[in-house]
């Protein structure tokens, strides 16, 4: 698996299974991942409200609820450039796959 680095150019990944253990090692902190789930619960919440009101504005929001949490705590606890810049789709994945291993009790919460 490569390793995470922020002096070498960027690992290369075949597959999400590959992509996602450089995911978690790019959230060790405990308080950079519960900024991740408090984003990933409000883009949730933000998308029911939009839906169920149909006020459509409402998500415009989802970009900033979603991102603006996970890069706090990429800027603040873990130091390092979010995943999101250089993997967007497989890291948007990883939000809701790690998730859904904290609530299913596989990563620590």
């Known amino acids: 698996m490569p390793t995470p680095s922020q002096d070498t150019a960027a ?3 075949n597959n999400f299974a590959e ?10 902190d405990d308080r ?3 900024l991740h789930y408090i984003g990933s ?3 949730l919440l933000i998308v029911a409200y939009a839906l169920f009101n149909q ?4 998500l415009l929001a989802v970009p900033l609820a979603g991102y603006g949490f996970a890069w706090v705590g990429h800027f603040f606890f873990e130091h390092n450039k ?3 810049f250089t993997y967007p789709f ?3 994945l990883g939000d809701w796959v790690m998730l859904r291993d904290a609530l299913t009790g596989r990563i620590r919460f």
Do not use: G, I, K, M
């Open 55 to 58: 006020a459509w504005w409402w």
């Open 11 to 13: 690992p290369r990944f």
């Open 41 to 43: 619960t409000l883009v």
């Open 19 to 28: 992509f996602y253990p450089y995911y978690l090692s790019e959230h060790r």
């Open 32 to 34: 950079c991942r519960r």
């Open 82 to 84: 979010p995943a999101t």
């Open 90 to 92: 497989y890291s948007l």
